[in-house]
């Protein structure tokens, strides 16, 4: 197919140990020390995959695994709370006492998707509290890490008091760049993260800064102009992560051990994955009818590990 974009291991079985062992050194090699993983639900293959696959899994070593709480499944319509309470225990009878699970300061950490529509919504409070007592029960004090930063700050802190943590998921829809997208959005994105990052510590909340290497979801959805993994035209492939990553290390916080989240290890239908690709020259061809529907007219390239190299670069400094 093009372009080459084939996953180094081909098209793996995420369950299978080889492949979870690759993915470990892979993340060792690259300074990822944290694995934050989508979860749609008690007995969802993700559920599976973490709790016999991963999780027992010989060489997880120091590796820690935290939960994404995934709202569009667990929350219909950002309003049916139903699931929230149940699930939080079931998390804190299966995962929070494991020795791999995420922590900061003794509190197992729960990251959750889309809290910005929640507090949009006015149920953020209604969820937090949800969870918090769920988790109290089971003997836990959750650390809650909302999915809330996205454009500019609000005026008031309101949603950020009820949270632990604050980071950006959708880094693409924040940014809301084009086709390239150049140095200046990339600072313009970064002052922005100034401002969230000011509002949430004064709200006594920790911030996270995020990071992702480029975007085209063109695969699986239309309405999403593509972002190239070069900086501009004439850059080097790789560029846009590294511009983003010499920023986002200086936004870090000793409070939450200077963490610094990268959308995404392998979310390949958005093309946000530093995950390794089978090497291969660039091209801006695709197997569409016109030859670039999929890539934009964006050069693409079997880039090997180069991203892996590029995080760890940028963060051994």
């Excluded at 080459?4 to 892979?26: A, F, K, M, N, T």
């Excluded at 225990?89 to 998707?113: K, T």
């Excluded at 008031?156 to 760049?177: E, F, I, P, Q, R």
Aim: aromatic share 10%; charged share 20%.
């Amino acid at each position: 197919p093009l372009p080459p974009q084939l996953p180094s291991l081909g098209e793996y079985d995420d369950r299978s140990p080889e492949v979870i062992s690759q993915h470990l050194q892979w993340s060792r090699a690259a300074n990822i020390s944290l694995w934050v993983a989508s979860w749609w639900g008690p007995g969802r293959r993700e559920d599976t995959a973490l709790l016999q696959h991963i999780l027992p899994h010989e060489e997880l070593g120091e590796m820690r695994i935290a939960l994404f709480y995934e709202t569009t499944g667990r929350i219909p319509g950002f309003d049916d709370l139903d699931n929230v309470a149940s699930d939080v225990a079931y998390m804190a009878a299966r995962y929070f006492d494991h020795p791999n699970y995420l922590r900061i300061d003794g509190r197992p950490v729960l990251f959750v998707y889309l809290t910005r529509v929640l507090s949009r919504n006015g149920r953020l409070a209604e969820v937090v509290a949800l969870m918090r007592s769920a988790a109290t029960k089971a003997g836990y004090d959750l650390y809650i890490v909302g999915d809330e930063v996205f454009g500019r700050p609000p005026s008031d802190s309101s949603a950020l008091v009820l949270l632990d943590g604050v980071t950006n998921y959708d880094v693409y829809g924040s940014m809301g760049s084009k086709g390239y997208a150049g140095q200046q959005a990339v600072d313009t994105y970064y002052e922005t993260q100034a401002g969230w990052q000011a509002l949430a510590n004064a709200a006594g909340t920790a911030f996270i800064p995020a990071t992702t290497p480029g975007f085209n979801d063109k695969g699986v959805r239309d309405g999403h102009q593509a972002v190239s993994r070069r900086l501009t035209q004439t850059s080097e492939p790789g560029t846009l992560f590294c511009a983003m990553l010499q920023q986002a290390v200086t936004y870090t916080e000793s409070a939450t051990g200077n963490m610094l989240l990268v959308t995404s290890w392998n979310e390949w239908h958005e093309d946000t994955q530093i995950e390794p690709v089978a090497e291969s020259a660039s091209t801006t061809l695709d197997d569409s009818d016109g030859g670039t529907y999929y890539s934009e007219g964006l050069e693409y390239e079997g880039y090997g590990e180069r991203y892996l190299d590029i995080l760890r670069e940028e963060t051994t400094k």
